[in-house]
């Protein structure tokens, strides 16, 4: 697997979207066709850090091990939260690819 994910809903939306594959239905998807819930906004976080035991041993990596964790919360329209993800990824399993532009008649 690339990634070890734990996605934290409310208990009410949490029942309802386990009842659901969850191994080939994305999350999202569950959400807003099952529950009519449309996620409009996100805040992620990335960080370097060690693979915890758990995650590791679902990964097949030594704990320890370099990753990075995305810590994510996802809101509806009215900006409640609705989903919490904690996302572990193997430093060798992540690449990050940034195009820049700059604006020359911009001043600083």
Same mark, same amino acid.
């Given at each position: 697997?690339? $990634?070890?994910?734990? *996605? ?5 939306? =949490?029942?309802?979207?386990? &009842?659901? !594959? ?11 066709? &099952? ?11 990335? *960080?370097?850090? +060690? ?8 990964? =097949?990596?030594?704990? =320890?091990?370099?990753?990075?964790? $995305? !810590? /994510?919360? *996802? +809101? !509806? ?8 993800? /904690?996302?572990?990824?193997? =430093? !060798?399993?992540? /690449?990050?690819? /940034? ?5 020359? *008649?911009?001043?600083?």
């Amino acid at each position: 697997p690339l $990634s070890f994910q734990v *996605s934290h809903l409310p208990a009410a939306i =949490g029942e309802e979207a386990a &009842k659901a !594959d969850l191994t080939v239905t994305p999350l999202r998807h569950v959400l807003s066709f &099952k529950l009519g819930i449309e996620i409009t906004a996100a805040r992620e976080t990335v *960080s370097a850090e +060690t693979l915890p035991a758990r995650a590791a041993r679902e990964l =097949g990596c030594a704990a =320890g091990a370099p990753c990075f964790r $995305s !810590d /994510r919360v *996802s +809101t !509806d329209a009215e900006r409640r939260p609705i989903v919490y993800d /904690r996302v572990f990824i193997p =430093g !060798d399993r992540f /690449r990050i690819t /940034r195009q820049l532009h700059y604006d020359r *008649s911009a001043t600083a």
